[in-house]
């Protein structure tokens, strides 16, 4: 059971050393390999495109506020609000601002191409009712004044000052039950018609990344509202991003019932 090795010393078989791997064992831990790849890399691939997402919106937002910091010293306006001119239009108050970004595609709201024309649409950030039990669909974005940045950014500027009165604008709402549905009358026509003031000045949207999706607010798209204030009161959980690195969204299938 043994013999002489080099230096003429006894040595036995059994404390030969195995090294190799049978095929079976090499198949085996590839197998798991593959399996733990499979459970973990989804997770790994998703925090990876939060971060880029997070990154980007972060960007496009310290653009707009050094755009409206330097178009409230060019133009000599007293704050953030008076930028929006009275009697300015949405594309006329959008030019002044576009003139302070690096634009390379501008699209008036006046016409329906460039930009994504009207096919291009934002997905609501949470699921909620349309106020007729249905699940709501996306926005179309066709009142803004839009261009597109050099970075792949769309930016959306509107204009809500009102002539009248400064910086407010008004929205309209309706009676609704305690699921969210209009309350309709016996013609099937929405009740208790009003006007809600809001105190801003305009509305600034933003895609972070353009068109390439997924095009949903609190992914990748927001909305901020600009006062008469010396600041940016942010809409569409912005805050979140910026304060807490956190994208804020509904992961959701549109259309069908609200409520099933």
Same mark, same amino acid.
């Not at 003429?8 to 090294?19: N, T």
């Not at 997402?53 to 409206?68: F, P």
């Given at each position: 059971?043994?013999? *002489?090795?080099? &230096? ?11 090294? &190799? ?5 090499? !198949?085996?831990?590839?197998?798991? /390999? ?14 990876? %495109? ?51 970004? %690096? ?55 509107? %204009? ?23 309350? *309709? ?52 959980? /912005?805050?979140?991003? !910026? ?18």
């Amino acid at each position: 059971g043994g013999g *002489l090795d080099s &230096a003429g010393g006894l040595f036995h078989a059994s404390g030969l050393s195995r090294s &190799a791997f049978t095929l079976a064992e090499v !198949l085996i831990t590839l197998g798991i /390999i593959g399996v733990v790849a499979a459970m973990t890399m989804p997770s790994l691939i998703g925090k990876y %495109q939060e971060k880029v997402l997070i990154n980007q919106a972060k960007k496009s937002y310290s653009i707009i506020q050094n755009a409206l910091v330097l178009t409230k010293a060019k133009e000599e306006a007293s704050s953030y609000g008076d930028i929006f001119r009275a009697d300015n239009t949405s594309d006329e108050t959008a030019d002044i601002i576009f003139k302070n970004m %690096q634009v390379v595609e501008r699209c008036y709201s006046d016409t329906t191409k460039g930009c994504g024309g009207t096919s291009y649409k934002i997905k609501q950030q949470y699921r909620k009712n349309d106020g007729y039990g249905n699940v709501a669909g996306s926005s179309i974005l066709t009142k803004y004044s839009r261009a597109i940045l050099k970075d792949g950014t769309i930016i959306g500027i509107t %204009q809500t000052k009102y002539p009248e009165t400064a910086c407010q604008n008004y929205y309209t709402t309706y009676d609704k039950d305690a699921d969210g549905n209009y309350i *309709l009358d016996a013609d099937g026509n929405r009740t208790g018609e009003r006007l809600v003031p809001e105190k801003d000045c305009g509305h600034i949207f933003f895609d972070v990344n353009g068109l390439k999706g997924p095009n949903q607010y609190g992914q990748d798209a927001y909305l901020i509202y600009v006062t008469d204030n010396d600041y940016v009161q942010s809409l569409g959980r /912005i805050n979140d991003v !910026l304060s807490k690195n956190k994208l804020t969204y509904d992961k959701f299938q549109e259309g069908g019932k609200f409520k099933e």
